[in-house]
């Protein structure tokens, strides 16, 4: 297999930013036209951001999975596909538009609050700040250990006022999420037991490109939130 050239680490680049200004030119649809709303199901929800998915791509895209998940759903582990739920008057929404881009490439999620639930929306404040502060401190530190951005993470959360609601917080492009616990390659993940810098050079000689995955779950009231995006690209 040929090393990839400049050229090759270009495109690659540039695709994984153009899926994530997809996702977000998606999530603005659907949130901009209320398509999440009280008296609603999860399904109900996802099939209509699969519509909005099909408008901005104009294709059919992603493989089917559950997009949305409220209330307490919002804490399973992922790979756990729960029952269909109602969206109550006050709640929390996470939307992970992961199953839109085939291949695992890459990933964006947010989190939605309806009603005026302070703490809820003190969650959704809490993920970008988080998000924002981890980017911060990457971008900050040229050799950074997967150990040392997940210790900073977990620490953030902490001083929040939170739990993490996974044992990683972000991914290698291209690496499928993971289930359950400790997976057996952890230099793919930015996790407590990746001592490799981040910035290196992946499998086929790629450069390695990461994506953001923050689950922040109020451990007392039993719900969560999420906050996924590209880390070292924008």
Same mark, same amino acid.
């Given at each position: 297999?040929a090393?990839?050239?400049?050229?090759?680490?270009?495109?690659?680049?540039?695709?994984?930013?153009?899926?994530?200004?997809?996702?977000?030119?998606?999530?603005?649809?659907? #949130?901009?036209?209320?398509?999440?709303?009280?008296?609603?199901?999860?399904?109900? #929800?996802? *099939?209509?951001?699969?519509?909005?998915?099909?408008?901005?791509?104009?294709?059919?895209?992603?493989?089917?999975?559950?997009?949305?998940?409220?209330?307490?759903?919002?804490?399973?582990?992922?790979?756990?596909?729960?029952?269909?739920? #109602?969206?109550?008057? *006050?709640?929390?929404?996470?939307?992970?538009?992961?199953?839109? $881009?085939?291949?695992?490439?890459?990933?964006?999620?947010?989190?939605?609050?309806?009603?005026?639930?302070?703490?809820?929306?003190?969650?959704?404040?809490?993920?970008? /700040?988080?998000?924002?502060?981890?980017?911060?401190?990457?971008?900050?530190?040229?050799?950074?250990?997967?150990?040392?951005?997940?210790?900073?993470?977990?620490?953030?959360?902490? /001083?929040?006022?939170?739990?993490?609601?996974?044992?990683?917080?972000?991914?290698?492009?291209?690496?499928?999420?993971?289930?359950?616990?400790?997976?057996?390659?952890?230099?793919? $993940?930015?996790?407590?037991?990746?001592?490799?810098?981040?910035?290196?050079?992946?499998e086929?000689?790629?450069?390695?490109?990461?994506?953001?995955?923050?689950?922040?779950?109020? *451990?007392?009231?039993? $719900?969560?939130?999420? $906050?996924?995006?590209?880390l *070292?690209? #924008?």
């Amino acid at each position: 297999m040929a090393v990839p050239d400049r050229m090759d680490e270009r495109l690659r680049a540039l695709r994984l930013v153009e899926g994530q200004r997809m996702a977000q030119a998606v999530l603005a649809e659907v #949130v901009e036209g209320g398509l999440i709303v009280p008296g609603s199901t999860e399904c109900e #929800v996802d *099939d209509r951001i699969w519509d909005v998915a099909g408008e901005v791509f104009g294709t059919a895209v992603g493989w089917p999975d559950r997009l949305v998940r409220s209330g307490p759903h919002t804490v399973l582990p992922y790979g756990q596909g729960p029952p269909d739920r #109602v969206i109550g008057v *006050d709640d929390i929404v996470v939307v992970d538009l992961g199953p839109l $881009f085939a291949g695992h490439e890459t990933d964006f999620a947010r989190t939605v609050v309806l009603g005026d639930d302070p703490g809820r929306r003190r969650l959704v404040e809490d993920l970008a /700040k988080v998000g924002a502060a981890a980017r911060e401190t990457f971008l900050g530190q040229d050799d950074i250990t997967g150990r040392q951005l997940h210790a900073e993470v977990r620490a953030l959360a902490g /001083k929040a006022g939170w739990s993490l609601g996974t044992w990683q917080v972000g991914r290698l492009c291209g690496q499928a999420p993971a289930v359950g616990g400790s997976d057996p390659e952890p230099c793919s $993940f930015i996790g407590p037991d990746n001592d490799e810098p981040l910035r290196r050079t992946a499998e086929g000689g790629w450069r390695a490109h990461w994506i953001l995955e923050i689950r922040l779950v109020d *451990d007392y009231s039993g $719900f969560g939130g999420s $906050f996924t995006q590209l880390l *070292d690209l #924008v």
